[in-house]
């Protein structure tokens, strides 16, 4: 049995109890949706926002979460469809992507932390440690241990990859930095 009701304007519904259950599937058509609860749960383990997008992409330029913070700027994680990164903002209009993989990007500057301290080992075989062309090109890198060597190599204006001294080498290197 079906019952339809025609109303011209606000509608509210009241109950004794104060619940109200639907059974079955609501659909809401409008412009703007507003719950207003203490505490909202949802069942579903993936939410869907930007549905019923017709284009390839993000037609808006992106799709996010944001929390009003009241007298504070307001915080987002979002999809950037323009560069095709995830990104997170803590004062609503400077935004650093979020690294997501080998192909969703990488760090490219830690600077923030000043003492770093690394909880367990760290393996720079053929990484390249420092770099400053700025400074005569000066690159210093580790790579496979010479015998007695520290495995840390160095290239200047004048020296290419030339390992650093240990106790157990006698040969000594003098590197200026600038």
Partial sequence: MATIKR?????????????????????????????????????????????????????????????????????????????DRWQTTNDGTTFANIVTGASGGSISAVVDDTAPVLGGNLNVTGKTIFTDNTKGSVQVFANTAGSGGSGIYVTNTTVTGAELVTKAKAVAYSIVFG
Wanted: zero cysteines.
């Fill in 7 to 83: 109303i011209i304007g606000n509608y509210t519904i009241e109950t004794l109890n104060g619940n109200v259950a639907i059974i079955g599937n609501l659909t809401v058509s409008g412009n703007t949706t507003t719950l207003s609860s203490t505490n909202t749960s949802v069942a579903d383990n993936i939410i869907t926002l930007n549905k019923g997008e017709s284009a390839s992409g993000v037609s808006s330029g992106s799709a996010g979460i944001e929390i009003d913070r009241g007298l504070s700027a307001n915080v987002q994680i979002r999809w950037n469809e323009s560069i």
